[in-house]
């Protein structure tokens, strides 16, 4: 691949996939990815036919390589109300034309790893979805062993609300997937965590006014059975549980 050793530097910049990238798109994503896909998939990339894509070029690169991809990030867009993840967002269902952008693949070459490149195709892609009016999230898959990328798009406010088990089936053997999204344009979960800490608090403060009228009533009823009897002391416990939702869906990124 490219070798970006010596006095090179790389002068990197983004551009949309075009037809003219088709051959290297497929090269790259044979090498970084342990996922094949199907040669429609290619095609409706450069193409732009249902789906939207950004290239990385090394405008330094020597002997006509200045247009080369060395990097891509590729996404759909999707309608919220038949997302996966309808569940983990809170709009409006009477309004059907809400959207996601959900990203497909995304990848730059060993060589060109660690310059930043990877989080500049994110940015790409939220800065696209953002224009929209009606996108309220882009969302992704990881794969559970893919650290970088998780490392990646926790650094960037992506937040991970879903562990997938045996969403990816590989050479014959099944790997978790993270599920992350990125909320935009107003879109948000069902509940936030400050919502959450308020209903929590709200449902504690409810359950610790019952018990402790239960107790008045009852220190009522022995004061008048007892009346010479000593103050009681009592100890109040309240527990709490979470529920975890899981569903499944797809995606690669090797960054």
């Not at 970084?32 to 450069?46: C, D, G, K, M, T």
């Not at 991809?69 to 996404?75: N, P």
């Not at 309608?79 to 693949?105: C, G, N, P, W």
Request: hydrophobic content about 40%; some cysteine.
């Amino acid at each position: 691949m490219v070798d970006l050793k010596g006095a090179h530097c790389p002068a990197i910049s983004y551009r949309p996939i075009r037809p003219s990238d088709l051959e290297v798109l497929e090269k790259i994503h044979s090498d970084l990815f342990p996922i094949r896909y199907e040669s429609e998939f290619f095609h409706n990339v450069v193409n732009g036919h249902d789906i939207v894509s950004w290239g990385a070029v090394d405008r330094n690169r020597p002997n006509g390589q200045s247009e080369e991809l060395i990097g891509f990030v590729t996404a759909r867009i999707v309608l919220a109300k038949d997302s996966e993840i309808e569940d983990l967002l809170r709009f409006d269902s009477a309004k059907s034309d809400q959207t996601l952008v959900y990203i497909l693949t995304l990848g730059v070459v060993d060589s060109y790893r660690h310059l930043g490149i990877a989080t500049s195709l994110i940015r790409e892609v939220i800065k696209y979805a953002s224009s929209i009016p009606t996108c309220r999230a882009v969302y992704l898959h990881v794969i559970s062993y893919n650290d970088p990328a998780i490392h990646l798009y926790q650094k960037m406010s992506f937040q991970c609300v879903r562990r997938l088990h045996g969403f990816y089936f590989i050479d014959g053997r099944h790997y978790d997937s993270f599920l992350f999204i990125y909320y935009i344009n107003g879109g948000r979960s069902p509940c936030s965590p400050l919502e959450l800490v308020m209903l929590v608090a709200s449902y504690v403060k409810t359950g610790l006014k019952l018990v402790g009228a239960k107790l008045w009533k009852n220190e009522g009823k022995k004061a008048n059975r007892w009346p010479n009897s000593k103050e009681t002391c009592c100890l109040i416990t309240a527990t709490q549980s979470k529920r975890i939702l899981m569903t499944k869906g797809t995606g690669f990124q090797c960054v």
